[in-house]
């Protein structure tokens, strides 16, 4: 069938070709392939029309209405009056039961449409295919409008490549002569404000008033009609973007501020990086009326995240940092009077409340301190807030929000930045809407755009949510303003992402000591001709008369004494707190007079029976699958006995924590089942769609909430997100899992820079917990290791010095480390050092390298002995057996982790060395536990030390523990490596040369002499 080819005649009309009449019709009221009859009753455009006997039906009806139009449907005389008026497709139904909007209603003043012609008069071609070309017309300016506006401050480049066809009207056979003629105008446009139809001139000149200037908006490819026409009838009302003298006399005192406060960085220290917002000073404004704004309509707390460039004029006018700390900074002789050595000053965050002077509203701001890895920080805000939201129950996030503040070669070039925007509508991920204001300098480092992205505007990655993004000339301050004030409202609104693209120019080079001239010569011969936003707007302002010369220049001296009292107060600082850096406080946590306690993490039998019980118990009449039922039988016989396997164990700590009021966030991959199908904390009903059970959200009426969710697909940002939301509450269990252990790789820069050194940087502690499945069992490279070795290298403890062995040791060294490293063999130990990273009282980051084949280990399994009161975490498990009743004929010592403890057990017995080799697990790598060490290599002075690893010979742990086993031994005992050879790769991917490594490792530990 010809779908929109057939021509066919509408009485006395003109030929239409299908495709046109279709778009004219509604496509609402009848589905496609409907043949009832209820189809022709009404004018709605679906498959029956296409049809002959549609086409002569019709046809008959049009005739009918030409005759007398009160002979037909009410919604067919309205569609024809409208499709001759020059209806706009898709617009020339209306539902006669639905009134049209007094916005598109024409008033008496307005100018009249074309005439309605006489009924039985032809009806003019030309008259339709003009007001088609029309709509057209404003359609194209939405769509493709922003590609001429005038967005570059140095009007060097612009987003568009050549001309664009769809806006010259002479494409579209109208020339001069039709300037003046008057068309309707379609209801899908707001640019007539009370008027329904206007002169094409003036059609012409309110789109580019409005698509065109210093304002480009893209937003057409949001597919919501309602979401569209907000946007339309905020840019294209005319007069809608209007300032007061006290708005626009506002605007000039923040650009006074922002100004004048990096000309004087620049002056009291011009040979120090400052990464200042020179170029971009707009930002400062920006930012603040987006707060005002937001604040407005209710929102109390402010999450940010942004990179180095202007971060020290966002500390000082946006979230009022005491500038006397700022300029302290800058001081090399100043020292830190608590933990951490801190980090350069333009990586650093804060908190603070104040009272927003605009809306008299009290509101808290927060800046997230981040490295230089730009774009890192955006999940780790996301997260933040998430959390925050969260403990305040805001459920719709409209008490607490993020901003995001990007550089433009960052924003296009980096895929955390993809990750994140993927986030934002999750259920268990969304924060309800971020505003992202992107730093455009047109530049990366030395990168001009040419080569540093695929697409024309480096914001285009945010059109994959449906983010509306609107490009605005940094110079041009009230048109930024206005900006501003749109997308936070759509935030507000909406609860959605939206884009602000700050188009500037970067006046130095990436920072001061830089020659920008050396790579972009052109463009910084424009640059240092180009005036200054501050002295082109406040001339202005002047001559209109907002603020005089004289309160122009009495501004600029007020702040200027400001801050030269700022720097003389700065000067009697010795001493700096990183704590005034933290973004979150957690005021009252860290309590001096709380001792340093080794926590007890045991409970009652009663407890872990209770809970035990509910977890493995599902209502009668809930349909469950088969296979988990026998699972959840299995569990019920387990508590019956008093055991515990691996998955018990887990979800016995979580439920013991969630009974005593902590709420327990675990994330990742196909978590609620388990990658290994091991975890089940979520259980479908087998015929109900979105029916599901979580037992642990069902232990006791006041419990706390356990958050159990999949995530996406990725690891970098939803690491980053977990740790957010461990910064903002000590009092939360929040985990994240791999799906395989080496899966972490791709979160790397997370673990490097916040996880790892997070604490000696900005004083910041988490307690995040990263669950990493680890095992050699011939599944290959990336299902094997967790790359232990890694997290090894990066531990800050001392292989050459053993700390003071007092009653205080085990704690003190936890405190001092920068995070734990434990690779369990036992539920109950898995058990209780989840409960020990919440009963500490300080927060160290956790990482638990779990198993995959111990998961089922008939062998790996713990009684309720292990786990009731007076129980707690092992950090070494010695050897228990044979070879302990007569230790000094011991001949061998093997020291080993993880797994392969089972693999030894087994071989050890059956070669019949069960006196003659002691095995001995260390649980708890790092920090490594000294104290128990050296008890145990007392325990067999005559024997020989060795170290056992499936781990190939440069990975694992060995590198990390030969020393301080040495060290452990004073040096006078000699610890030898069994396990495989060095390798580039983590694990084969033969199952059968993996066997015969592991045998071969077997033989290698076994042997004696």
Not at 111 to 128: E, H, Q, T, W
Not at 134 to 140: C, D, F, G, L, P
Not at 573 to 581: G, L, P, R, T
Not at 664 to 690: A, I, P
Request: glycine share 6%; proline share 5%.
């Amino acid at each position: 069938m010809h779908r929109f080819k057939t021509l066919w005649t509408f009485g006395q009309l003109r030929p239409v070709n299908f495709r046109t009449l279709w778009l004219s019709g509604m496509r609402a009221g009848c589905g496609h392939g409907q043949q009832s009859w209820r189809c022709y009753v009404t004018p709605v455009a679906t498959e029956p029309f296409l049809s002959g006997s549609s086409s002569n039906y019709v046809e008959q009806m049009y005739q009918s209405w030409l005759e007398d139009p009160k002979s037909v449907h009410k919604s067919w005389d309205i569609f024809f009056r409208n499709a001759q008026n020059g209806a706009a497709p898709g617009m020339a139904y209306t539902s006669p039961l639905v009134p049209t909007p007094a916005i598109y209603q024409a008033p008496a003043q307005s100018v009249s449409p074309i005439p309605v012609r006489a009924l039985g008069a032809p009806l003019d071609k030309r008259v339709i295919e003009d007001h088609l070309s029309v709509q057209t017309i404003i359609r194209s300016y939405q769509l493709r409008g922003h590609h001429l506006a005038s967005l570059d401050p140095l009007q060097i480049s612009a987003a568009s490549t050549g001309p664009i066809p769809e806006l010259v009207t002479g494409n579209y056979n109208l020339g001069e002569h039709d300037m003046d003629r008057v068309f309707t105008l379609p209801q899908t446009t707001f640019i007539g404000g009370e008027q329904t139809a206007l002169p094409l001139r003036e059609i012409i000149r309110r789109l580019e008033d409005t698509y065109c200037r210093s304002i480009g908006v893209e937003y057409m490819f949001i597919n919501d009609r309602q979401q569209c026409d907000w946007i339309r009838e905020r840019f294209e009302t005319p007069g809608a973007m209007q300032f007061t003298k006290m708005d626009k006399r506002l605007i000039l005192e923040r650009l006074i501020r922002s100004t004048r406060f990096e000309e004087f960085l620049a002056r009291k220290w011009s040979a120090e990086k400052r990464f200042g917002l020179e170029g971009c000073e707009v930002l400062v404004p920006a930012l603040k009326s987006i707060i005002d704004v937001c604040s407005g309509q209710g929102v109390e707390s402010f999450v940010i995240g942004m990179p180095h460039r202007g971060r020290l004029n966002v500390l000082a006018n946006v979230a009022r940092k005491p500038l006397e700390h700022l300029f302290c900074q800058f001081d090399s002789k100043l020292e830190a009077a608590d933990e951490g050595s801190g980090d350069v000053k333009y990586h650093l965050g804060m908190s603070h409340s104040r009272l927003n002077h605009i809306t008299k509203k009290d509101i808290h701001i927060a800046i997230v301190a981040n490295p230089s890895h730009l774009e890192a920080v955006d999940p780790v805000v996301q997260g933040k807030v998430r959390a925050e939201q969260f403990y305040r129950g805001d459920t719709e996030g409209k008490r607490v929000m993020s901003i995001l503040m990007h550089g433009d070669a960052a924003f296009a070039g980096q895929g955390i930045v993809y990750e994140t925007f993927h986030l934002s509508d999750l259920p268990d991920y969304s924060t309800h809407g971020t505003i992202h204001v992107v730093v455009n300098n047109q530049i990366g480092f030395t990168t001009d755009p040419r080569y540093a992205r695929s697409s024309p505007y480096c914001t285009d990655v945010a059109r994959v949510v449906n983010a509306p993004i609107f490009h605005v000339n940094a110079d041009d301050p009230e048109a930024v303003m206005y900006v501003c004030q749109i997308a936070s409202q759509w935030r507000c609104t909406y609860g959605k992402d939206v884009v602000i693209d700050l188009v500037c120019y970067r006046r130095n080079g990436h920072n001061e000591m830089d020659e920008p001239m050396f790579t972009q010569p052109l463009m910084y011969k424009k640059i240092r001709s180009h005036q200054p936003v501050l002295s082109t707007y406040a001339e202005a302002k002047i001559k209109e008369g907002v603020m005089t010369q004289q309160e122009f220049e009495e501004e600029l001296a007020g702040y200027d004494k400001i801050c030269e009292d700022a720097y003389q107060n700065a000067k009697t600082i010795a001493h700096v707190k990183n704590s005034d850096w933290l973004d979150s406080p957690w005021t009252g946590f860290f309590k001096s007079d709380v001792p340093l306690r080794y926590p007890p993490t045991g409970i009652s039998e009663d407890i872990l029976r209770d809970i035990g019980e509910k977890f493995s118990s599902v209502p009668e009449d809930y349909n469950l699958h088969g296979g988990l039922k026998r699972v959840q039988r299995s569990r019920l016989d387990m508590v019956k006995n008093r055991a515990v396997d691996w998955a018990l164990g887990e979800a016995l700590a979580f439920g013991s924590l969630l009974k005593e009021g902590i709420h327990v966030r675990l994330s990742g991959q196909d978590v609620e089942r388990g990658t290994f199908s091991h975890r089940h904390h979520v259980l479908h009903d087998q015929n109900v769609d979105k029916k599901y059970l979580s037992p642990l959200n069902n232990l006791y009426p006041d419990q706390a909430h356990y958050t159990v969710c999949n995530s996406s697909l990725s690891e970098f940002a939803v690491l980053g997100f977990e740790l957010g939301f461990s910064m903002t509450n000590p009092h939360s269990l929040v985990i994240w899992e791999a799906q395989f252990g080496d899966f972490h790789n791709n979160a790397q820069c997370i673990i490097d820079q916040f996880i790892s050194s997070g604490q000696a940087k900005w004083c910041r502690q988490s307690g995040i917990v990263m669950l990493l499945p680890h095992g050699y069992e011939g599944m290959g490279p990336e299902h094997s290791s967790a790359r232990i070795e890694r997290f090894l290298q990066m531990s800050n403890d001392d292989p050459d010095v053993i700390p003071a062995l007092n009653d205080d040791f085990v704690v003190n060294q936890l405190y001092d480390c920068n995070w734990q490293i434990a690779n369990c063999t036992t539920p109950a130990n898995m058990f209780h050092i989840l409960r020990r990273q919440i009963m500490l009282p300080f927060r160290k980051p956790l990482i638990v390298f779990t198993p995959k084949s111990l998961l089922r280990h008939p062998d790996a399994k713990s009684s309720f002995d292990d786990m009731i009161e007076g129980t707690m975490f092992k950090r070494v498990i010695p050897e228990d057996g044979v070879a302990t009743q007569n230790p000094s004929n011991v001949r061998k010592v093997v020291l080993c982790s993880g797994k392969v403890y089972y693999d030894l057990v087994k071989e050890r017995e059956k070669k019949g060395l069960n006196a003659d080799i002691a095995i001995t697990r260390l649980e708890q790598i790092s920090p490594f536990p000294y104290d128990l060490i050296i008890e145990e290599l007392n325990k067999y002075p005559n024997a020989k030390i060795q170290w056992s690893q499936e781990e190939h010979k440069n990975m694992g742990a060995w590198n990390y523990v030969q020393a301080r086993i040495h060290t452990a031994s004073n040096w006078k005992r000699r610890c030898t490596y069994a396990g495989r050879a060095a390798s580039a790769a983590t694990a084969t991917g033969n199952k059968f040369t993996h066997l015969i490594e592991l045998d071969n490792l077997m033989s290698e530990t076994m042997k004696l002499d």
